[in-house]
């Protein structure tokens, strides 16, 4: 019925409320309920008089009910039929009444849900204990299982570890027995070997001043009594490559041994290679058109390399054979006096393949150049220096040939006939060019330079000794190109710190820098160079306003680890503060040179002494004394030392070097003036592999020394002893007979050689110089 009276309109609701009808209908129908008359009919119509006296106002729902009938405890309050039936709008749910009975269902709901997941919680968690349980039991039992089988397995182990520490020691104990058996016997060979030399040294001591040579008894080794010889038992290939050192004078002696010999001097790699200009000298009458046609016709289908400098007596003959030799790819023709124009171009129609040419001082011309550039294809390196009779149009020839764009290297040093229009021709047509040789061109400026960097831009390598009058402009030029790897200037007071600013910015990759006796360059120069990572060789001879601190700028930069030579000759301002930083960061240095470095003291000298790279080392006229000398002896390394004008040093000084440094090569002590015999005589017994020895100026050498020296050091090359004058003829007698290998002697201002005794030694040796003149004032002392 309710849901019927909603749908009624608003103005027969409002007349419904008004005259109370639902409150009439309810006290009607409570009464009929509760009273049940006998007549309802009767019931109501009595009801509905009484309800019209009394009036709406006393109208209640229980009104029609007897008093006798009502309950002492009323179960309603109030009336519920205006709910039931929705008559008023403000007595409907409201939408907060609505969300207070969802947030309760809603929470009911969920106390519901959390009880059932509390409940699956708990159930759970006490399977999951269980199962903990159970995997604890079960761990445990593994854990036992383990541990069983790994002590099982240690047991094992300790029997086997056992067993390998007993083997270990008793090769502990072998190795232990023999190591001590070694030092035994090691020490007992260094006692025999002392002892031995001791012995030696005073027998030869004795010997030689009873005048007896030590020669060798046996010059070719010690005889088997069989006529067979230790070379033919060896391989083929090891003994042909044995007969390579050899030169080809000695290969043709050897040729005439035996018929195994000579079958070994036919191999064609040894005639692959021929150098004349070693043995024109040892031949009677020198390198002469029959010798030198004789072995190249022989020879001609295996040279590759000909060396022909300084063969004099050469003429045409020879060098038509030459040109019979297809295959030769270096021909060195320097200052052969019988090569003309017309030689060398049969030489070039012949030689197709020639790939370097040496014509330094000879007498070629433009004519030569030109058959060069027409037949001479291939050729990648060419030499003219000190060539005077060719000229500009030379050059134009050789840069319009066949060989212009492979020709990379050019040596055109003393050709003073050139001019900046030569250069340019040149730069035109041979734009390849890698290396550029222009020495001894006191003429050369800025322009000629200048030409051949505008077009040459792969130059890495360039020398300009002896050109006094360029300046910087050229070598920015040069460097622009970041190619120059090798730069080469002497006498130069123009170039300044600019020239190498620029190069030490734009060429990173420079290698090797030449800059001797350059008066404007200053410590401010080698700063710029700290990024050059790859310099290996600097030489800065005579530039005297380098000091201690563009050394350090040096060798704190990139290159020091890199560094491999350093010449600081003469450059007065350094000291020992340049040593300490050259000890500490030049760790690859193999050639140090600080000659007439006066600031250098002893201590200095010491820190080179623990310099272990060091191979060469000169410090001519340095404050270096006995101490020092002693102290350089602790770099066992060093195989060329120079100690020339260090007054200070002595007998004692010198006897500790050498017993230290037994393997040095090369020696020098001229003018070291405290210099005796016995120190001689201690270098000679203690440093037997010397070739090269300088006792130039040292006054008080006698006889003596030079007998000491025959008596060992057999491998003796060069010998200078200008200005000791109380050396005499009996001395050239122990040097014929004990320096077999001497090749070359100095003897200048030796007034008690006399000329006889000069002229016989020339004739074994290769060079001689001697005089008898008065020894100079330079010398430090007046005979």
Sequence with gaps: MAASLKGLSAELRRYIKQHKLPDIYEALLS??????PADP??????KLRQLKEQGLENLHWDMFVDESHKPKVRIFTESNLDILFNFDEYLLPTPEMYAKAYGHYNNKIQELCFNAWMQYHLLQKHKQSLIEEKMNIASEHHAQRLLRMHVHIWKEWIKYRKGRQAMAFQILEHVNNIAVDRVIFQAWHHHTVDAKRQREYFELTARLERGENMEDDDMFGDGTGEARDSVSALARNV???????LDVADIANCACVCRSWKVLTQASMLWSRIDFYRVRKRLKHGVTDKVATRLLFKARPYMIHLNLRGCHHLTK????????CRNIQDLNLSECLGLDDETLKLMAKGCKILLYLNVSHTNLTDASLRALAKYCWNLQFLSLAFCCKFTDRGLLYLASGKCNR?????????????????????????????????????????????????????????????????????FKKLASHKNLRVIKLDGNHRISDA??????????????????????????????????KNLRVVNLADCVRISDSGVRHLVEGQCASQLR???LTNCIRVGDMAMVNIHKRCHCLTYLSVCFCE???EAGVELLGQTHSLISLDISGCNCGDQGLSALGNNVRLRDVTLSECGNITDLGLQKFAQQCREVQRLDISHCMNITDGAIKNLAFCCRMLTVLNVSGCKLVTDLSLQYLSGVCHYLAELDISGCYLISDKAMKYLRKGCKKLQVLTMLYCKGISKHAAQKMSRNLERVQYSADDVPAFFGYHS
């Design 31 to 36: 009464g009929i309920a509760v009273m049940c």
């Design 41 to 46: 009919h009767q019931f109501i119509l009595d």
């Design 239 to 245: 003994a042909i490559k044995i007969f390579g050192y």
């Design 317 to 324: 003959p020879t060098f038509i054979t030459v040109s019979e």
């Design 406 to 474: 492979k020709l990379e290297y050019l040596d055109v040093s003393g050709c003073l006939q050139i001019t900046p229009e030569g250069f340019r021709n040149l730069a035109n047509g041979c734009s390849n060019l890698q290396s550029l040789i222009l020495n001894e061109f006191p003429t050369l400026n800025d322009e000629c330079i200048m030409a051949i960097a505008e077009k040459c831009t792969k130059l890495h390598s360039v020398s300009f000794l002896g050109s006094p009058l360029l300046t910087d402009e050229p």
């Design 499 to 532: 020239a190498l600013k620029i190069i030490g910015k734009q060429c990173l990759g420079l290698e090797h820098l030449y800059m001797t006796d350059c008066q404007r360059i200053t410590d401010s120069a080698l700063k710029a160079l700290v990024g050059c």
């Design 565 to 567: 030579e350093l010449n």
């Design 599 to 601: 600031h250098i003291s």
